[in-house]
């Protein structure tokens, strides 16, 4: 079922409800106060009847009873205080007159009943020395079909008042859902290749406008993600081929040329080389790929960690690498308070990047400075090195993936894609990681949670 159907639905069945509320207060009132009107008028009899019955001493004439009848089926009866009839206008064994009515007449001094479809009225009078009650019933024929007609006339004007609610509120729920499927209309004709696009915003006030302005945004956001994985894909490939094609010419030229033992051994050192770089790589394309999915941070498992096992880890690893480079380790005072939720494989891992990049980048005999400071917003790493620095141009930029200052592209292997790793973890624990650098005299990364 269509929204415009559930509108029309509902608005109908809303109208349908309040006009039958108030057709029925109509019906209901009206028959009230028809029966208040013909109780008065049963009750005007019945003191008519009596004033004449005592006029005529204790009896009435024809001619009387004659006067008297103005109602349908209009029938007079008179009980005196022993509840026996003294006077009926006719016979009318169908009406059982009981003590109980004669009692409750005599206490309040007036009763009304219901007799099958005539109504009834019993009054208490006292006339001088006279007391009886009179009973006075008839049928409110007039009343009846004036109830029929106003209960067919309201029957009629609801079911021709829910024929044009039921068409308006169609009108009414098509008009309100247009914009809806204009922008209905608009999204079906957006794809991939046309995320540039963006959805009209109607009067920029109203609901739509603002879910219009939300899934532009969202439009924008996608058209980014699209740009940065066709370019991440692109980048990626570039780094996978050049070691694939350096590995395949090793390959060939060694079955081609080489015949002796160490020429061999020297090529497949080489082929060798190559494959590591490729597993590397694809590790950390793999490992960049699970991160830089939109994923918060509350998904990713953390747990009570003292932070400078991460650190001793990463150090311990890189040292491996590079023997003979030297690390100098400062750690705070208060190392056991040093404690914060964190994902330990996750920063160990970015500290080895920073620590790599370091060492990589170092000259021989240079120290590289590594640090854990406790501050007022938390915790702080600190990476810095006597390196080459990086120049001022390519500093906003070493953060994105398969980045690599032209400076170093060809001196130093590497793929550009550990810092990225390094600034997405830092992301996923709530921190962040910056950049100092001085040309020729070093740079210093700092990562915080």
Known sequence: MTIRTRLTLFFAGLMLALVAAVSCGVY?????????IFEGLLLRKAEATAKVYVRRHDRLEPTD??????????YEAIYNDANQRVYASRPNPDLVVSARLLRRARTAGRAVFSHGPAWGVALYTKEGNERFVVIVTAEDRFGREGLVRLRNNLLISNILGLTLVV?????????????????????QALSSRTLDQRLS???????????????????????DTVAQNRTFVWQASHELRTPLANLLGT?????????????????LTSATEEVRRLISLTNDLLLLAELSQEKPAHDLPLTRVLLTEPLLDAVQAVQRRYPAATIELHLPDAVEECQAPAHAELLALALVNLLDNACKYSPTGAAVHASLAAGPDGYTYTVRDAGLGIA???LP?????????????????GNGVGLSLVQRIAELHGGGVAAHSVLGEGTEFRLWL
Not at 28 to 36: A, H, I, L, Y
Not at 405 to 410: K, P
């Open 201 to 223: 915003t109607g009067n920029g006030h109203d609901e739509l406008a603002r879910l219009s302005a939300q899934f532009n945004g969202l439009l924008a956001r996608l058209a």
């Open 392 to 394: 001022p141009d390519a």
């Open 65 to 74: 009873a004659l006067l008297l009848l103005t109602q349908e089926n209009q």
């Open 167 to 187: 068409a308006l509120a169609n009108l009414f729920a098509g008009r309100a859902l247009s914009p809806v499927q204009q922008l209905s209309q608009e999204i």
């Open 397 to 413: 930029h070493v953060f994105e993936p398969f980045y690599r200052a032209e400076a170093v592209r060809s001196r130093i292997s």
């Open 251 to 267: 390959l060939d030229i060694s079955r081609a040329y080489d015949e002796r033992p160490e020429e061999l051994r020297a090529a």
């Open 28 to 36: 209901f009132f009206e028959r009230s106060s028809q029966r208040g």
